[in-house]
């Protein structure tokens, strides 16, 4: 006879518990690393700096009144050079980005303050603003990232989120959370949430109200997260045995 035991924490060995708390200890850093990341990549597209349903927008969908430049220079590319020579550029943009003015007006500022990253020899995959021609590429207009990017994301964000939430979920098993409901939507949600998350990547190409979509799974996912990350921390180490555990150590299967 043989049954799957759902051991509580409290009657792991040491050894198992300082494993789960070490691994939820970097995961946790690795969460605050993504969310900055986010942040980093996508706040401030819009001109505001906070992030907002609008940066998500422009970030997967396009910019239909801006170009990859204007919205580099709104955001991750905006401190690489002074407000005054940012309003040259937007100008220019602005009244049409004729290609004559190139040489006199946007060349200069590029030299001085963009070539260092952006030519060939310094990055062969960063847009080349040598040329005029490199310059001309990121001033079509603003399609968001393109189903290339979004495809080779999403199959990284794929598996390797799942590999993060199926480690964290099954640590998490060993808390008793009642009723077992609530555990079992709190298991599910980061992996739900994974797939309207990447979902609407694409979607929001089609209709930009996806971009909130974006936004509500990630934070489900979030919220998900700190709460078994905290729940499994705290039972491990801090709370006594709840009631409901019963003599072998062992969470019923029932209610
Ligand atoms: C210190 C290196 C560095 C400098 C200097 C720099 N960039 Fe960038 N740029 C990057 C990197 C790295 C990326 C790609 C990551 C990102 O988008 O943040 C990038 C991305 C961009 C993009 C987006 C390309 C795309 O395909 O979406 C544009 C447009 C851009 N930069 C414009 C500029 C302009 C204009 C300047 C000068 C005012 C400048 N950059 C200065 C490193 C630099």
């Known amino acids: 006879m043989s049954k799957m035991n759902n051991v509580h924490f409290k009657f792991l060995p040491m050894s198992v518990r300082v494993l789960f708390s070490m691994v939820l200890l970097v995961f946790g850093l690795g969460y605050c690393m993504a969310m900055f990341q986010v942040w980093e990549n996508h706040a401030g597209k819009d001109g505001d700096p906070m992030l907002s349903g609008k940066d998500l927008m422009i970030a997967y969908g396009g910019n239909p009144e801006g170009t990859k430049l204007e919205t580099a220079l709104r955001g991750s ?6 407000a005054e020579k940012r309003q040259v550029i937007f100008d220019w943009l602005h009244t049409g980005a004729n290609a004559e003015d190139i040489a006199t007006k946007i060349d200069p500022i590029m030299q001085e303050h963009c070539i260092a990253c952006h030519s060939p020899e310094a990055n062969p995959h960063l847009p080349n603003f040598t040329s005029a021609d490199g310059i001309a590429k990121v001033t079509a207009k603003d ?10 994301v999403s ?43 990447v979902a609407s990547w694409y979607l929001t190409k089609v209709w930009s109200g996806f971009a909130w979509v974006v936004i509500l799974s990630g934070a489900l996912m979030g919220t998900a997260f700190t709460i078994m990350w905290f729940t499994s921390m705290y039972q491990m180490w801090l709370g006594k045995v709840p009631a409901g555990v019963n003599e072998e150590g062992e969470i019923p299967c029932i209610r």
């Open 143 to 152: 399609e968001g990232m393109t189903i290339h990017t979004l495809v080779r």
């Open 155 to 197: 199959h990284i964000h794929l598996f390797s989120i799942t590999f993060i939430f199926f480690i964290t979920g099954y640590i998490f098993t060993h808390a008793l959370v009642r009723p077992t409901w609530v555990k079992c939507v709190v298991i599910a949600i980061p992996f739900l949430t994974l797939i309207t998350d």
């Open 77 to 82: 590319m905006a401190d690489m050079l002074p």
